[in-house]
Each structure stands twice: as structure tokens, then as C-alpha cells.
């Protein structure tokens, strides 16, 4: 076997060592027992809602998927209408897997309480990790698979590269309806039930008279799980397939392997990294999570340096660019928490403002997101700059997948916040005691910053990402230059600079319409069920999970429809330059918007959470208000429109590189 032959067969091992990971760690959150019913009853309850939303989102999609497969087929071939469908059907299935597992673990971290804050930890990380090790497992193998099946069909290593570009479109168009649909979702519930519960009831988060309560619970594992794992899901193998691709333009074999190599390097930092999430009784779990991502970037760099000197006789140009990838996502991860966590100053200058009311929180807070947008631009133009210096294109679209091979940890970290969030919920109308509610919230507090550290991360390789595609559609296309003397350019360079605005729009008209329906049916509870706010009497929860699940359902088509079809119609109608300049201009505004919406909604997020703790009147003052308000203006900048938009110029991008022999 020769060196390709061999990184081929390394690749698929490691690929199947997360998968089987991923099965024992879920195999272990089965086999611990939760002696308290009605935190099994609770945990069901919210499973059950999460699920039933996942099958009926699936099954709207499917008709999607399908006709989008035939249109493939009969236009570009059977081979590339497959690999579109197996994009999207491993996208699903990692959704599916991450959303059974996390609702599974919710209960039982709530329940491992008891046990002291190490136990609760590792329950609601090794539920994340079930999300993270299928995601990398599957992305991985089904890459892998694409490739090796479609070469042997087609017997051209170019032809092959370009039918398994459309892996990464099916993948990215499940991604971009699982966010757009989890966050109309999520917000909805959350909206409502901070709304009507904390401001005009004054009854606490989680409180079970809440009849938004199990819908928003509902709500954090349909999209932080699966929106989520969806949306890190599509980075990692766009980023694995743009590299291909330019890979085998600059470097033949090894250059097709390389990416794939790095990627399995990746996972087995990942699974090195987890060794570090330890916490003592009393200790910062924040700390034991930071140290499992420091340590898998260590060994990333590490593994990358043996790796490039073995495939490239020596030579560490590729090595540099990768370092120069993973420096710059742990470096966006830092600078995400800066701007999110409670423990800086720019989340205590928001809480600070919501002493004069929501609109100087509202201000404090938009100003803070405009910000937060300075240094992780500025770190992905070095990240850039460095990529091309050491190895041209093919070396920026390396530093892409150096920073996404870490997906395995990052979002494991990442989904680890919707569990701990969930188990905060259970804890609270499961009556346990306050010690165990103290340990929830703190695993909780340290979830939102992580939570925004994976967007960070996911914004920051969009958009080395997108570059790297755009350099594969200008090669499909023969484009060698965009000029800005052409107006068909500036058209299109101002319809793309214009697309992340009105997509953001349409999103969170989308959660305010969902929210209002929320609020008002929460109201009629309160209103007309006698003995709600006693405890007498229970709410009528289905009808308020039934509400964010048709209004997600219906709300994801415009904007999601929207991705697809205004790249094709610029391109055929206006040429493959204009598409360019579109490209171009959604690639620079949507980057900017998404870190600007995901900063400040967890900003607003935190400094809530700041107040409640105590400071400046805690709950139930005058700044406590007016940081609710804050929040739920957040909660869609920070989980629907936000963390949306880095899935969006991927996927106009990947359609534009799929399509490209139509616009020739």
C-alpha cells in the first residue's frame, strides 16, 4: 500500500473509532439509573416533544431532498443526485442520534446531583460527546465513502470531486432548515415563557405553572442539539470537500487525502481531549471544559506537524497553515467569551445599563455585538493571510479544516449546554433540593458561554470555508478575476451584501409572529385554568409545545427556499460573474451580522443571568426586568437568525460550486 492508500484506511478506522465512542458513551448514559419518577417523567415528557418535532420536520424535508434529487439527477447526474441525498440523510441521522441521546441525558444529570457537581459534569459532557464523536464519525466516514464509491463509477478523479460537492449540498440544505426551524422553534417557547412567566407573573425560570415551560425545555434540545449538530455538521465536510477539491488542483492524491487525514488527526485529539474534563467538588467546570478544547488544539498541532512531514516529504508549508487555523478558532473562542461571559466586563457594562431601563440595556448590548466583530475578523484575515503565504489556496482551505477537525470537542462542549440547561429545568419542577439547582446553574451559566464559543467557532470557519468554495466555483466557472468595473458584478455584489439582511428579517419576524401566539396562549392559561399559580392545577403544556412546532414548521420554508433559489436565478440569468460579486458580498456581510447577532443575544443572556445572582437588585427589580427584555430581543439574534447565517453563505456558495456547469 502506498501512502494515500494507507491515510485512506487510517481515515476509515479512526472514523469508526468515534463512532464506536459515541455508541459506549451512550451505552453508559442508558445504564445509569434515575430513582425519582417524576424526573423520568419530565425527561420523557420533553423527549417526546423533541422527537415528535424531529420526525415532522424530517418529513417535510424528505419531499424537499427529493425533488431536489431529481432535478440533480436529470441535470448533473445520478451520481451527484446520490451523493446529495447522502448528505442530507447523514445529516439527519446525526440529528436524530444527538437529539435521543441529549433528552435522554437531561434527567439523569438533574438526578447526579445528588452526587456532587463531577457527576452531574461528566453525564451532561459524555451526552455532548454522543453528539459531537457521530457527528465527526459520520461526516468523516460518509466523505470518505462519497469518494471512494463515485471514483470507482466514474474512473476521473475530477468528475469525482465534482459529483461529491454535492455531499456537502444536501447536507448544508438540511442544516440550514434544522437551524432556521430549531431556532423559530426554540424562541418561541423561550420568548413566552420569560415574557408572561418571569415579567408579568413573577413566578421563576422552570417554574412548572409555566405552561411554556415544557416547550421551552422542548426547544433547547431541537436547536441546540440538532440545529446545532446540523450546523457544525455541514462546516465540517464543506470544509473537508472544498480542500479536496482545491487539494487535487494543487497536490493530486496526496492533496485529495491530506484534508481527510487532518480531519482524522482531529478526531483522535478529540477523543484525547476529553481525558481533561475533570472538575473537583466545588471546582469551575468552565475551567475542565476550556482545558478539554486547549488540549485537543495541542494535540492537533502536534498530530499535524508528524502528519504533513510524512505525506509532504519534509516540507511544512501545509503545517502552518493548519496551525495558523486552529490558533486562530481557539483565539475566536477566547475572544467569544470575552464578549459573553459574566465574568468581563462587557456582559457587567449590559447589566449595569438595565438599571436605567430596556432601552440603555438594549443600546449597552447592541454596542457590545458591533464590537465583538473587531478581533475575529481581523484573527480570520491572519488566518487567511498565513493559509495562502505558506501554501496558496489549498493552505487556506487547510486552515479551514485545522479549525473545524476539533468539531468532535467543540461541539461536545457545545451540546453539553442544552443538557445541563434541561437539567437545570427538571431539577427546578421536580422539587429537588436548592444545592442541586445551585450545581444545574452553575453548569448551565457555563453552557451559554460555550454554547456562544461553538458559534464563534462555526461563524469564524464559515468563512474560510466560503472563501475556499468561492475559489472552486471561480475555477469551475474560469472565472480569474472579479471585476468591480463590471455592473453585473456590482449587482451582484450588492444582492449578496443585501441577503444576510433579509434573511435575518425574515427569521426573527418569524419568532416574533411564533412568540406572539406563545404569549397570548400562555396569557389564556394564567386567564381561564383555575388553580395554575396555587399549583392546584396543570397546564395545558401540549398546546403550547403544538404552537412553536407548526409555527417552526411553516415559518423555515421562506428563508431556507430562499438560499437556493436566489444564487441559481443570478446565475442564469445574470452569468457566473454576477454570482461571484453576490458570493462575495453575502460571504462579507453575512460573517460580520452573524458574529454581531450570536455575541450580543449571549451578551443579553448572561447579563440576565448576572442580575438573578444578585447583583444590582437581583430578581424581581426594575433591572432585572429590563434585562428580560434584553434577553428575549437576544435570544433570536443568538439562536435562529445569528448562528443561521454562517450555514447560509455556505450553501449559497455550495449551490453556486454544484450548479457551475449551468452558469458556464
Not at 441521522?93 to 457527576?119: D, Q
Not at 493548519?322 to 447589566?351: H, M, N, P, R, W
Amino acid at each position: 500500500m502506498d501512502q494515500t492508500q494507507i491515510m485512506q484506511t487510517a481515515v476509515a478506522a479512526l472514523s469508526a473509532v468515534a463512532l464506536v465512542y459515541a455508541i459506549i458513551a451512550s451505552a453508559k448514559i442508558r445504564a445509569y439509573k434515575v430513582e425519582n419518577e417524576k424526573i423520568n417523567e419530565l425527561s420523557g415528557i420533553i423527549q417526546s416533544g423533541a422527537m415528535a418535532f424531529l420526525y415532522r420536520e424530517y418529513r417535510t424535508l424528505a419531499l424537499f431532498v427529493a425533488v431536489v434529487a431529481v432535478a440533480l439527477g436529470f441535470y448533473l447526474g445520478w451520481a451527484t443526485a446520490i451523493c446529495f441525498v447522502a448528505g442530507a440523510v447523514c445529516s439527519a441521522l446525526t440529528g436524530f442520534v444527538g437529539m435521543r441521546v441529549a433528552t435522554s441525558a437531561n434527567g439523569k444529570t438533574a438526578f447526579a446531583t445528588h452526587s456532587g457537581m463531577n457527576a452531574a459534569l461528566r453525564i451532561a459532557f459524555r451526552g455532548g460527546s454522543v453528539m459531537g464523536m457521530t457527528v465527526v464519525g459520520v461526516g468523516l466516514l460518509g466523505v470518505l465513502a462519497a469518494y471512494v464509491i463515485v471514483s470507482r463509477i466514474t474512473g476521473n478523479q475530477a468528475e469525482t470531486i465534482s459529483a461529491i460537492t454535492a455531499f456537502g449540498f444536501g447536507a448544508s440544505s438540511i442544516a440550514l432548515f434544522a437551524r432556521v426551524g430549531g431556532g423559530i422553534y426554540t424562541k418561541a417557547a423561550d420568548v413566552g415563557a420569560d415574557l408572561v412567566g418571569k415579567v408579568e407573573a413573577g413566578i421563576p425560570e422552570d417554574d412548572p405553572r409555566n405552561p411554556a415551560v415544557i416547550a421551552d425545555n422542548v426547544g433547547d434540545n431541537v436547536g441546540d442539539i440538532a440545529g446545532m449538530g446540523a450546523d457544525l455538521f455541514e462546516s465540517y465536510v464543506n470544509s473537508v470537500l472544498a480542500a479536496m477539491a482545491i487539494g487535487f488542483a494543487a497536490s493530486g492524491m496526496t492533496g485529495i487525502v491530506y484534508p481527510l487525514a487532518l480531519c482524522a488527526v482531529g478526531i483522535l485529539s478529540a477523543l484525547l481531549g476529553t481525558l481533561f474534563v475533570r472538575v473537583k467538588e466545588g471546582g469551575n467546570p468552565g475551567k475542565a471544559l476550556n482545558l478539554g478544547l486547549m488540549s485537543t488544539g495541542a494535540f492537533m498541532i502536534i498530530g499535524t506537524f508528524f502528519l504533513t512531514y510524512w505525506l509532504f516529504n519534509g516540507s511544512l508549508g501545509l503545517f502552518w497553515s493548519v496551525v495558523g487555523g486552529v490558533v486562530c478558532g481557539v483565539l475566536i473562542g477566547q475572544i467569544t467569551e470575552y464578549y459573553t461571559s459574566a465574568d468581563f466586563k462587557s456582559v457587567k457594562s449590559i447589566s449595569e445599563a438595565s438599571n436605567m431601563g430596556t432601552a440603555t440595556n438594549i443600546l449597552t448590548g447592541m454596542a457590545v455585538g458591533m464590537k465583538s466583530t473587531v478581533i475575529p475578523v481581523i484573527l480570520i484575515c491572519v488566518a487567511t493571510i498565513v493559509g495562502y503565504v505558506a501554501a496558496g489556496m489549498f493552505g487556506v482551505a487547510c486552515a479551514a479544516v485545522g479549525m473545524l477537525a476539533m468539531t468532535g470537542m467543540v461541539l461536545s462542549v457545545d451540546a453539553y449546554g442544552p443538557i445541563s440547561d434541561n437539567a437545570g429545568g427538571i431539577a427546578e419542577m421536580s422539587g429537588l433540593p436548592p444545592e442541586a439547582r445551585k450545581i444545574t446553574d452553575s453548569l448551565d451559566a457555563v453552557g451559554n458561554t460555550t454554547a456562544a464559543i461553538g458559534k464563534g467557532l462555526a461563524i469564524g470557519s464559515a468563512a474560510l470555508t466560503a472563501l475556499a468554495l468561492f475559489v472552486s466555483y471561480a475555477t469551475a466557472t474560469q472565472l480569474t478575476k472579479i471585476d468591480l468595473n463590471d455592473p453585473y458584478v456590482m449587482v451582484g455584489l450588492f444582492i449578496g451584501g443585501m441577503l444576510p439582511f433579509i434573511f435575518s428579517a425574515l427569521s426573527i419576524q418569524a419568532v416574533s409572529r411564533a412568540a406572539e401566539s406563545m404569549i397570548n396562549e400562555v396569557r389564556r392559561q394564567f386567564r381561564e385554568i383555575a388553580g395554575i399559580m396555587e399549583g392546584t392545577a396543570r397546564p395545558e403544556y401540549e398546546k403550547c409545545v403544538d404552537i412553536s412546532t407548526a409555527a417552526a414548521l411553516k415559518e423555515m420554508i421562506i428563508p431556507g427556499l430562499m438560499a437556493v433559489i436566489v444564487p441559481i436565478l443570478v446565475g442564469k440569468f445574470l452569468g457566473a460573474a454576477a454570482l461571484g460579486g453576490l458570493l462575495g458580498g453575502a460571504i462579507v456581510t453575512g460573517v460580520m451580522m452573524a458574529i454581531f447577532m450570536s455575541n450580543a443575544g449571549g451578551a443579553w443572556d448572561n447579563a440576565k443571568k448576572y442580575i438573578e445572582e444578585g447583583n444590582f437588585g437581583g430578581k424581581g427589580s426594575p433591572a432585572h426586568a429590563a434585562a428580560v427584555n434584553g434577553d428575549t430581543v437576544g435570544d433570536p439574534f443568538k439562536d435562529t437568525a445569528g448562528p443561521s447565517l454562517n450555514i447560509l453563505i455556505k450553501l449559497m456558495t455550495v449551490v453556486a460550486l454544484v450548479l457551475a456547469p449551468l452558469f458556464v
